[in-house]
């Protein structure tokens, strides 16, 4: 039973273009959400967080929205850097507060 | 920092062999977790230590599938027998504590014929 869904598997921007990645869940317990960055043959790496006290978190280039109402969040990436071209995980953690419940990701195409 | 490292990067096995994926965690982490990934079911949890003690093995598939954390600096997870259905890319992970940030290693991309 997916929790977290991630309903685009692709995704593909220009250089310099806003990039937006959503994620929608189902469970309202969910306390505060992460975004991870993949590269092909490397593991998942942290990239930014959102509180569920909060609708808004930003870092640098990169900006986590939260709709609680709507359970849904988005990611984004202004401007588009042709490095930014990677898989992006939405996730949030289990009761337990350890387990992450992963979406299954989209795929983020940033062209020249 | 090495970062979490994970050996073997891949691994081509028959089935019925046994599968044996080893990982070192970031020095000083004290929790640490086994992931899965598919294309059917995503990045799945497998099983978490914390201080070298497994906590929670849930999301271990069967019995075939065993894991081990002899000391802070080293675990195992081991397939035994292994079928082509356990062909997946295995991560494991690490972080300071149970609700910290989970750093990956880069994870073995197993195949089983």
């Known amino acids: 039973d997916q929790q977290v869904k991630q309903n685009s598997p692709s995704l593909s921007v220009q250089e310099g273009r806003i990039s937006i990645l959503n994620c929608d869940y189902t469970?309202?317990?969910?306390?505060?959400f992460l975004w991870y960055k993949k590269y092909p043959a490397e593991g998942p790496t942290f990239l930014i967080s959102i509180s569920s006290i909060k609708d808004k978190n930003e870092d640098g280039r990169f900006t986590v929205f939260l709709n609680k109402s709507a359970k849904h969040l988005s990611l984004h990436i202004v401007p588009s850097q042709p490095g930014d071209s990677a898989v992006y995980f939405c996730?949030?953690?289990?009761?337990?507060?350890?387990?992450?419940?992963f979406g299954k990701g989209t795929s983020l195409l940033v062209t020249p | 920092d090495a970062g979490v490292i994970q050996s073997p990067r891949h691994e081509v096995t028959e089935m019925g062999q046994e599968v044996t994926l080893r990982c070192k965690p970031i020095?000083?982490?004290?929790?640490l977790f086994w992931y899965r990934q598919t294309m059917m079911r995503g990045l799945e949890l497998l099983i978490y230590f914390n201080n070298n003690v497994p906590i929670d093995d849930s999301g271990m598939p069967e019995d075939r599938f065993s894991a081990k954390m002899p000391n802070a600096s080293f675990s195992t997870l081991k397939i035994q027998p292994s079928e082509p259905r356990d062909s997946a890319v295995y991560f494991c992970?690490?972080?300071?504590?149970?609700?910290?940030?989970?750093?990956f290693g880069p994870g073995t991309r197993l195949l089983v014929l």
């Open positions: 020095s000083g982490h004290n929790s």
């Open positions: 469970n309202s317990m969910f306390d505060y």
């Open positions: 996730a949030a953690p289990q009761s337990s507060g350890y387990a992450l419940n």
């Open positions: 992970a690490s972080s300071l504590g149970p609700q910290e940030t989970q750093y």
